[in-house]
């Protein structure tokens, strides 16, 4: 007889769930490598798994047995295929899409002029308090096109529909209340507990809390969790587990773990209806992608609560917990009660227990359910409260500045005129160091220029382009502090900066050539003149919609995402 394994939070066996989901990924033409397993201590593991074909499509499992961290893993891959999260970071108008949909098929457009109807006056009062959001600033990220594209989800307790922007779900949410489970109930009881689980955290660093240990006979009551306990003491490391509930009110648990090596620490947490469920998410995700030997991400714990509190740090936490917490946190000055708490509800219950709890912080939820894989999939938002990113960001920090910016290479790779690019890059003033890859949304392939191209380096190469020697000098001298030495490019900018001084000084090219080929090479001398000739651009990166035709990543992507289309239109059609 097969065995059959079953865990708390799950409503279907481990077995069925990764037979089911890897037949899915086979049908939709996946080859998922289990890339990089760890088992530091008894009972955590942690995977790393990828697409073949398209290793920038890659997740992470964590669990207490291989399995469980296989089936969280695979989970994750085909959530973040159902909500479409794989791709909101790129640009995927490759063709016309020959549909008028781009995330789903439901989806709805509106023109700029009608933008305020996508959204109720409530949730604008939210997203928008002040009136100074723009139509423009709601268009997708994802393609050119010049009306706003808005994704339906229902309100979770009265079923009422909203559209919201996708522009605004990209920009404040990222993964936060994106889930997968074997039912929708389970799906979505993991996407809120997640939300809460977050909120908490930002609650307890921003208001500089103290919480209570949970006591050891608690812990014994979980064995397998106190045998993993116990094998991290016996490295080396300290673990404080901490009751997160703030007085038995929010399903959220704590561990932290400690380095005495380094004086450092690491806070985790990790969040479930279910008193153990919560405890052995957040163990495992302490220690997920990690080696007991090398534990990044650990901090020396400040007193200086306004760095704690601040909005960059906060992120920090949401990416990989790796920010800074205040020194109170780890004393003994608790400000609640241990509470042994557990709502050990049947899964649909736990979702309106969750619902209610949301309700009486004052955030009502929203919920979008996807099932075109014949899997369970969701994304939930609870305005005001599941936020990953501040509200003014869609003013100041808007992903659509990428969209501006690939949009004007591309005029200029189409006109030469490098006017327009340029006033964009001082108008918009994006940090010298930032990646144009990432920001246009482009996938580059491994080891290309694409990876290393930054804001001053575009800037410095249009500068070449137009001739504008003098200030392409200035924008070189910065390149050259941002470029590793043991780049290629260290000697290229070496080479363009000898050969700038030349023509600013006015000097006489001939009597320097010889001298610039025994310095950097007859090939990338050449080059060199060819660029101050206008023959070459931009070291001969392609720029515009060319980067993404030539970048075989890129390419890999968009074929995933035509899958995707194709099996979101077959449901739709049901």
Request: proline share 4%; net charge negative; charged share 25%.
């Amino acid at each position: 007889m097969s065995e059959v394994t079953y865990i708390k939070g799950k409503d279907e066996s481990l077995e069925k769930s990764i037979e089911f989901m890897q037949g899915i990924l086979r049908a939709q033409g996946f080859e998922i490598n289990q890339v990089k397993w760890l088992n530091p201590v008894d009972n955590i593991f942690s995977l790393h798994i990828h697409d073949q074909v398209c290793p920038g499509l890659f997740t992470n499992g964590k669990g207490a047995s291989r399995k469980a961290t296989l089936a969280s893993a695979l989970g994750e891959y085909l959530e973040r295929l159902s909500t479409n999260y794989f791709f909101s970071d790129y640009y995927l108008q490759a063709e016309p899409l020959g549909a008028d949909w781009l995330y789903y098929p439901t989806e709805r457009h509106f023109e700029l002029v009608d933008y305020k109807s996508c959204l109720n006056p409530k949730l604008w009062s939210i997203y928008d308090p002040h009136n100074e959001l723009q139509a423009e600033n709601l268009l997708s990220f994802n393609d050119d096109g010049d009306q706003i594209r808005a994704i339906e989800m229902r309100h979770a307790k009265t079923a009422e529909v909203s559209y919201f922007p996708m522009n605004l779900l990209s920009n404040l949410y990222a993964s936060n209340g994106l889930s997968a489970g074997n039912t929708i109930e389970e799906a979505r009881v993991q996407g809120l507990s997640e939300i809460f689980e977050r909120w908490i955290k930002n609650k307890i660093l921003t208001e500089n809390l103290c919480l209570p240990e949970v006591p050891d006979h608690v812990l014994k009551g979980f064995p397998s969790i106190y045998q993993s306990l116990t094998a991290l003491r016996q490295q080396g490391l300290e673990v404080s587990v901490r009751d997160s509930s703030l007085g038995g009110q929010f399903p959220v648990m704590n561990v932290t773990l400690f380095d005495p090596a380094k004086g450092q620490c690491f806070a985790s947490f990790g969040a479930h209806p279910i008193f153990e469920v919560a405890l052995e998410r957040t163990l495992t995700e302490s220690l997920q992608g990690r080696h007991l030997d090398f534990l990044d991400g650990f901090q020396v714990p400040t007193f200086d609560q306004q760095a704690v509190a601040e909005a960059e740090n906060l992120e920090n936490h949401f990416i990989d917990s790796s920010g800074l917490i205040n020194a109170r946190f780890i004393s003994k000055q608790a400000d609640f009660e241990f509470a042994e708490w557990n709502w050990d509800y049947p899964t649909d219950q736990q979702w309106s227990w969750l619902v209610d709890l949301a309700a009486k912080q004052g955030f009502e939820v929203y919920v979008a359910d996807y099932e075109h894989y014949g899997f369970k999939a969701c994304r939930i938002v609870a305005p005001g409260m599941s936020e990953v990113y501040p509200m003014d960001e869609l003013l100041v920090k808007n992903q659509n500045d990428g969209r501006r910016l690939r949009q004007a290479i591309q005029r200029f790779v189409d006109s030469s005129d490098a006017n327009e690019l340029l006033n964009l890059l001082d108008e918009v003033g994006f940090s010298d160091h930032q990646g144009v890859a990432s920001l246009i949304g482009l996938m580059p392939d491994a080891g290309h220029l694409w990876n290393d191209l930054k804001i001053i380096d575009l800037r410095f190469w249009i500068e070449l382009a137009v001739q504008d020697y003098s200030a392409a000098y200035d924008s070189l001298e910065v390149c050259k502090v941002y470029v590793h030495p043991d780049k290629p490019m260290a000697k290229v900018y070496e080479a363009f900066s000898f050969a700038l001084d030349i023509k600013l000084e006015e000097l006489i090219w001939d009597d320097y050539r010889t001298g610039m080929v025994q310095l950097f090479g007859e090939d990338c001398v050449l080059k060199v003149e060819q660029h101050l000739n206008q023959q070459k651009q931009a070291w001969d990166i392609p720029l515009g919609h060319q980067a993404f035709l030539d970048s075989q990543r890129h390419q890999a992507m968009w074929q995933v995402y035509a899958r995707a289309r194709k099996a979101k239109q077959a449901f739709n059609q049901q």
